[in-house]
């Protein structure tokens, strides 16, 4: 606890250009962040995000990357409008020094300003995810200019990522806060995380990127997530793919649940085609599965499981969760890896508590 009210004393400056002060892992598997009212957020490899995007648009038979840019747009704006870092000034994106550090420590690259004439151009230099890049430049200069604007971005030749803005004379409310509804209502003191280093291997390369035991990570908010699903969810309603039935919400509001399923679907396929080695002896042993598999990463903790069934069944209890949806097709892909067939899962919120139970996707004889 000490540690943790410590590193609320540290001056943003510095904690913003470290990722290792910035992102604090809690002793409930979630990762929060120092910066932005402790929120929720997940590290994440940038290959594995790529993935997930595509096999939600294979899913969904939508298009995404314009929803999720817009996406990361509202979402730099809010936090923007936080007040936790100096925002964007002026048209020099060279002197947004703490906008420089803070996508440093999220792992999103680097940026410099190509052209300011009729058209504004940036170049976004080893963007993590394109999308939320021209997202989250777009909503920088918006917040330096203080004018909307128009954007689109193309990559450039290998060379990086070209987001062009185009000033237009709009009035676009600012974006309102969102709740998960699998959150927590009050803020609940919780203790830093002790038992792993999630540091370990950590390895700073070029400016505006890093990796961890060599894979290139980035950090994204819980708020982002939620975002895009709101734009994503009215297009998807009635979305039927080939394992939807493999995937149920109990405790969520039904118009999520095509959405939800796409997106744990995605995940699970991600994962699995990994070749991650998961090892189940006993029902027990999922506690450290998911230390291993979600703790690392700000996605949460079991800290109860139950044995449902002769042939794999489990019922896991969460000390703390970052989205249903990742968690449930994380574990879900982990099931498919110990036993070697297809699985299900049924996530279930009551009264904030979430279980989620998986077994096998047909029915076993005894």
Known sequence: MGLFNSLRKILPRRTQ?????????????????????????????????????????????????????????????????????????????????????????????????????????????????????????????????????????????????????????????????????????????????????????????????????????????????LRFEEYCIPYVKDNKFPRSDDYTWSGLENKRSPWLGSLADSVRESFVSEGHHVLVREHSDWISIARRHLSLHGLGGVIESEQIDAHGGVRLTFSGLFHPAIVSGTLLGCWERAYGRNGKANFSLITAKSTLELRSSRAIAD
């Open 17 to 225: 250009s470290d990722p290792k002060l910035r992102w604090e892992f809690l002793s409930d598997g979630t990762c929060v962040d120092n910066l932005r009212e402790y929120e929720s957020a997940w590290r994440v490899g940038v290959a594995r995000f790529e993935s997930l995007l595509q096999g939600l648009e294979k899913r969904t038979e939508n298009s995404l990357g314009r929803r999720l840019a817009h996406a990361a747009l509202e979402h730099d704006e809010r936090i923007m409008r936080m007040g936790t870092l100096s925002k964007p000034s002026g048209r020099v994106p060279g002197a947004w020094s703490d906008y420089i550090s803070d996508w440093g420590s999220r792992g999103l690259g680097r940026f410099r300003l190509l052209d300011d004439e009729q058209d504004i151009r940036i170049l976004a230099e080893a963007p993590a995810s394109g999308q939320i890049c021209a997202g989250s430049l777009a909503a920088a200069w918006e917040c330096a200019t203080s004018r909307r604007h128009r954007f689109t971005w193309s990559d450039n030749s290998g060379d990086g990522l070209v987001v062009s803005l185009t000033e237009q004379h709009s009035d676009v409310p600012s974006p309102k806060a969102l709740k998960a509804p699998w959150k927590e209502s009050t803020t609940i003191e919780k203790y830093p995380y002790e038992d792993q280093d999630q540091w370990a291997n950590f390895h700073a390369e070029e400016i505006g990127t890093w990796s961890i035991m060599g894979e290139r990570k980035m950090m994204i908010h819980l708020d982002l997530i």
